[in-house]
């Protein structure tokens, strides 16, 4: 499993600072767990329809305790999902994080 890792820092509304990544392709039902670090007081996911933020996919598991993300996507869950999470920092500083996981079929 290949995973491309690019950070872009910018600032955004003044509020918000932005990471993005791609995660990278993944063959459906591999699991897929990222860490957003231990310096954090609140984590909140959801995926991006349109221009719309839906809960996050069936079957993800955002860990509020250990800032971790687990998601197992079952059969069918192929294509490419884009999910923002809010996180924030022990100082009180939102940092919004843009991924993009691109499942392909088996």
């Known amino acids: ?28 039902l591999e699991r897929i767990e990222m860490h957003f670090g231990q310096n954090f007081s609140a984590v909140r996911g959801y ?11 069936i079957g993800s598991t955002p860990d509020k305790k250990t800032g971790a993300f ?5 059969p ?3 294509g490419t999902y884009d999910l923002v999470f809010l ?6 500083q939102w ?6 996981i691109t499942i392909e079929p088996m």
């Open 95 to 100: 940092y919004k994080e843009m991924v993009e």
């Open 76 to 78: 069918g869950f192929y």
């Open 87 to 92: 996180i924030k920092d022990a100082g009180g």
């Open 47 to 57: 995926m991006i329809t349109g221009n719309q933020l839906r809960r996050l996919p």
């Open 70 to 74: 687990y998601w197992s996507p079952g």
């Open 1 to 28: 499993m290949r995973h491309k890792v690019c950070l872009l820092f910018l600032l955004v509304y003044g509020i918000f600072s932005m990471l993005s990544f791609s995660y990278g392709a993944i063959k459906e």
